[in-house]
């Protein structure tokens, strides 16, 4: 894969049709590409407090890592691994506060900062406690409100996030009722195409592409994420003091950050098989009034329109006659960009 697509958008061909197909190499991109991402710590937000404890997947469905997110007596958060040093049980199954871990298989003990803090029975042992009986940690990393975790990242948070962090909004509050999750019957990396470019806009999207200026439409590239602007067709749809109606970044592999003058929306791609994704949606909302206008209004009408669109390219990946196509330069830019990071971390 390192080599297939040309650095030349001109030149270039598009991913072959068997990488949307493939059950093999769906298996080496679970490890060599998601095993190697930073991923969003869903739900992070509900243990802010002294001794919360959150335990999580590390993406679902996909990688599957047993993870937990805690913060200690001082208020200092960490993730840490949350399956025992001793026999493998996972050591916290519930959400809440707590002073310490305690396994309920055989009673072993850890800090909620994952020192290992005893067990009974283990009188004799040599060489114990260790290190190694110390619950392992995983890298953190603060796009605030924002928490992200990784287990051997490829790259470094700030070489992803930092083109996003002049764009937070300063004061986000989750919405609960904005958040949901759909399963579409098609590969990830379709539905991530499908996001990274506003080609398919005019086409696709008849409401949304009544509210942007679609010839204005632009991508920027960065080293492992890009952003798409679109201009507002109507200033009153548009950021205050701006001609922007939305910013959509995206973070490699999986993750979307779409800011409206309202908040922000979500969106994290699991890929759960070689045809199957689930679509985890969450929303951030800075001001409500604004809510159900311009770019930002009907999300719904157009999530349902693209999973129709990337379900039936499904359909035709699979044909004998089709391998691969060409990117318009003008419009496609970033699919372009993608299917190289991909190609790359596949070497």
């Not at 920027?220 to 952003?227: A, C, K, N, V």
Request: with cysteine; aromatic share 12%; net charge negative.
């Amino acid at each position: 894969m390192g080599n297939v697509i040309d650095e030349d958008i001109r030149r270039a061909r598009t991913l072959p049709a068997a990488f949307y197909r493939d059950p093999a190499l769906f298996e080496r991109i679970r490890e060599r590409v998601f095993a190697r991402s930073w991923q969003l710590v869903d739900g992070a937000e509900r243990a802010g407090g002294r001794g919360s404890v959150l335990p999580f997947t590390f993406l679902e469905g996909c990688v599957e890592e047993p993870l937990l997110f805690s913060r200690d007596g001082d208020g200092v958060a960490r993730v840490l691994s949350n399956v025992c040093t001793h026999r493998g049980n996972l050591v916290c199954t519930e959400a809440g506060t707590a002073q310490n871990l305690r396994c309920r298989y055989h009673g072993r003990r850890f800090a909620l900062d994952g020192r290992f803090l005893g067990m009974p029975e283990f009188e004799g042992v040599v060489d114990f406690p260790s290190a190694a009986d110390d619950l392992p940690r995983a890298q953190m990393a603060e796009l605030h409100p924002l928490l992200f975790t990784a287990l051997e990242p490829a790259f470094s948070f700030e070489a992803l996030a930092a083109p996003v962090r002049p764009r937070m909004p300063a004061a986000l509050k989750p919405d609960p009722s904005g958040s949901r999750s759909y399963e579409v019957a098609a590969n990830w990396a379709l539905y991530c195409d499908n996001y990274l470019e506003g080609f398919h806009v005019p086409f696709v999207h008849a409401g949304l592409a009544g509210t942007i200026d679609y010839g204005s439409y632009r991508t920027e590239l960065f080293p492992w994420s890009s952003l798409q602007i679109a201009e507002a067709a109507s200033p009153a749809d548009a950021f205050d003091g701006s001609t922007v109606a939305a910013y959509y970044f995206f973070l490699f592999p999986n993750t979307m950050l779409n800011f409206y003058p309202w908040g922000l929306s979500i969106n994290v791609v699991v890929p759960l098989a070689v045809d199957r994704t689930r679509i985890v949606y969450r929303s951030w909302v800075a001001d409500a009034s604004r809510r159900g206008k311009g770019a930002g209004g009907a999300l719904d009408r157009v999530e349902l329109e693209d999973e129709a669109i990337v379900e039936q390219v499904q359909k035709g990946v699979r044909s004998r006659l089709y391998d691969r196509g060409r990117y318009s330069p003008a419009r496609e830019t970033g699919v372009h960009h993608f299917h190289r990071l991909l190609a790359g971390m596949l070497v």
